[in-house]
């Protein structure tokens, strides 16, 4: 229940192409859903974040799109840039009093030039 | 101006040893996150203080412990280092209200080597 799953593990594109990288989760109570890009060697950097209410949401080149029914959320990746070679984590936020973040697995993406 | 600071970013130690690694925010959050990364990239959240108040203890060793001397900082103490806690440490912040721009911002973490 507290669980965030996310796939593709990893993931290998072309330049220009678009990665989509997807998360499912249980808890309703999840009130929440950020997206963090992490380079090596360095922390978790906010991307984006949705709330439970809005179907898509989109910042410059990337987009996530939430489907409450499904329970489920992706992040698009447009026009990728091989700067965009980074592990990509989805979360979630507890707001059931916790407030805690969890994070789904990771998923390492290479763009190849 | 770094927001969410730690230090030290790297730390290598003996097993048995004790050591602490600091955190400061200047974000202006009321609370504050001690996460743990290990090897296979895995983000697990260990601890969770709001206004210096501790609020989520996942289940981790008691050698781990945690002082907030008030609501910008967060320590991480761990005594009687075992190899199993080399990973990286993260210390992130945010709102903890609903309504509110709450998202976690994290630290640039800490590499912790038992050797």
């Known amino acids: 229940q507290q669980q965030v799953k996310q796939s593709p593990q990893s993931l290998i594109v072309q330049k220009g192409g678009i990665p989509i990288i997807n998360c499912a989760y249980e808890n309703t109570a999840f009130d929440y859903f950020p997206w963090y890009q992490q380079f090596p060697g360095k922390g978790p950097a906010l991307l984006i974040a949705?709330?439970?209410?809005?179907s898509e949401k989109k910042e410059g080149r990337f987009t996530i799109s939430f489907n409450k029914s499904a329970k489920q959320f992706s992040l698009h990746i447009m026009d990728s840039q091989p700067g965009d070679s980074a592990t990509y984590f989805c979360a979630a936020r507890d707001g059931s009093g916790t407030y805690k973040y969890i994070f789904g697995t990771g998923t390492r993406l290479k763009v190849l030039a | 101006d770094t927001a969410v600071s730690q230090t030290p970013k790297y730390l290598v130690t003996q097993m048995g040893n004790d050591k602490s690694i600091k955190c400061e925010q200047n974000?202006?959050?009321?609370?504050m996150y001690w996460y743990k990364q290990d090897s296979k990239k895995f983000l697990k959240i260990m601890f969770s203080?709001?206004?210096?108040?501790?609020?989520i203890n996942e289940t981790v060793p008691n050698r781990f412990s945690p002082k907030s001397p008030d609501k910008a900082h967060l320590n991480l103490h761990i005594n009687s280092l075992e190899l199993g806690d080399s990973a990286v440490y993260f210390c992130?912040?945010?709102?903890?209200?609903?309504?509110?721009?709450?998202?976690?911002?994290f630290g640039q973490g800490t590499r912790l080597t038992v050797v």
């Open positions: 203080y709001n206004n210096k108040e501790l609020i």
């Open positions: 974000l202006g959050h009321d609370t």
């Open positions: 992130a912040s945010s709102h903890r209200g609903v309504g509110r721009n709450t998202e976690a911002f």
């Open positions: 949705i709330r439970p209410d809005v």
